[in-house]
């Protein structure tokens, strides 16, 4: 048992050793696309993309919260000349606001995360959406280096879930418990938003920089992707830097988004069902009324 602890500690060691990551950037930097664009070409193509980034990433932080949804509502009722809250009362009676909510946010995610990147994709850089990771391309054979991230962090969450903290935070839809409707719905509203996220950064943002900086698009991407984790628990922010540059990797090794996008996906429902689990509040009816 000793060895093969040690045996699987060694192979862990030596795989994430930061000589390993730097070999990993030289060898994307040695490939094409990286650095096939000419000077003028470079400039404007990290203009562009950084300028998308950037609306996109405050467009997303300002309208994706509950409480922009309930002022649209309000806004909407006052509009029909109708009380300020003739649309919330309406979607309360449902039992399912909540969740609706939820379904706004994921909604500007698909709109900042997907819908814009593609138009500039299309109007600007002028090539198939489809080329920005939205293929399987190579995840197969990179399979172990995911399973490689997702490991240690499955680990971790089920040592994290016997913490307060982790438990009030997880999930964030608070009634996913309630059903198991209302668990699978939020989950595919979690899931489609990791989809729409794993373009943006691992899709659209790396794949269009890197023909004009090489692999510095990993780093470039790195700061963003960690700032858009401050709201979460500080685990879980300090981690995205490493879960960034290393999901970032296999993003241009294997040109696509999928594998991230799994890795995400077991994560997240990891993390609410260890909560659910912890608290004893996994569902046993699947309508909640």
Same mark, same amino acid.
């Given at each position: 048992m000793n060895k093969q602890i040690m045996?699987?500690?060694?192979?862990?060691?030596?795989?994430?050793h930061p000589k390993q990551i730097l070999l990993a950037l030289d060898d994307i930097d040695a490939t094409s696309p990286s650095y096939t664009l000419n000077r003028p070409e470079a400039l404007r193509r990290v203009f562009t993309v950084l300028a998308c980034v950037s609306v996109c990433l405050l467009m997303i932080h300002y309208l994706k919260y509950s409480s922009v949804f309930l002022a649209m509502l309000k806004a909407l009722s006052e509009f029909i000349d109708q009380p300020a809250n003739y649309f919330y009362l309406a979607l309360r009676q449902t039992g399912f606001v909540e969740l609706i909510s939820y379904a706004w946010w994921t909604a500007w995610h698909i709109v900042g995360y997907v819908l814009i990147p593609s138009l500039v994709i299309k109007r600007y850089i002028k090539l198939p959406v489809a080329d920005f990771g939205w293929r399987w391309n190579a995840t197969t054979a990179h399979w172990r280096g995911y399973a490689l991230l997702l490991s240690p962090i499955l680990v971790f969450i089920f040592?994290?879930?016997?913490? &307060?903290?982790?438990?009030?935070?997880?999930? =964030?839809?608070?009634? @996913? *418990?309630?059903?198991?409707?209302?668990?699978?719905?939020?989950?595919?509203?979690?899931?489609?938003?990791?989809?729409?996220?794993?373009?943006?950064?691992?899709?659209?943002?790396?794949?269009?920089?890197?023909?004009?900086?090489?692999?510095?698009?990993?780093?470039?991407?790195?700061?963003?992707?960690?700032?858009?984790?401050?709201?979460?628990?500080?685990?879980?922010?300090?981690?995205?830097i490493l879960f960034g540059l290393f999901?970032?990797?296999?993003?241009? &090794?294997?040109?696509?988004?999928?594998?991230? =996008?799994?890795?995400? @996906? *077991?994560?997240a429902v990891g993390m609410d069902l260890a909560s659910l689990l912890k608290q004893g509040r996994m569902p046993e009816v699947f309508w909640p009324f």
């Open positions: 045996k699987a500690g060694s192979f862990f060691s030596n795989r994430l040592i994290a879930s016997s913490s &307060r903290d982790f438990v009030a935070h997880y999930p =964030f839809y608070r009634l @996913a *418990g309630r059903s198991w409707f209302d668990l699978l719905a939020w989950e595919i509203l979690y899931l489609t938003q990791f989809i729409c996220l794993e373009f943006f950064f691992r899709g659209f943002f790396l794949q269009a920089l890197r023909p004009a900086v090489g692999a510095n698009a990993v780093w470039i991407m790195c700061v963003p992707y960690l700032m858009i984790h401050f709201p979460k628990l500080w685990p879980e922010a300090g981690g995205a999901l970032g990797i296999l993003a241009l &090794r294997s040109v696509s988004i999928w594998g991230g =996008f799994f890795v995400h @996906a *077991g994560v």
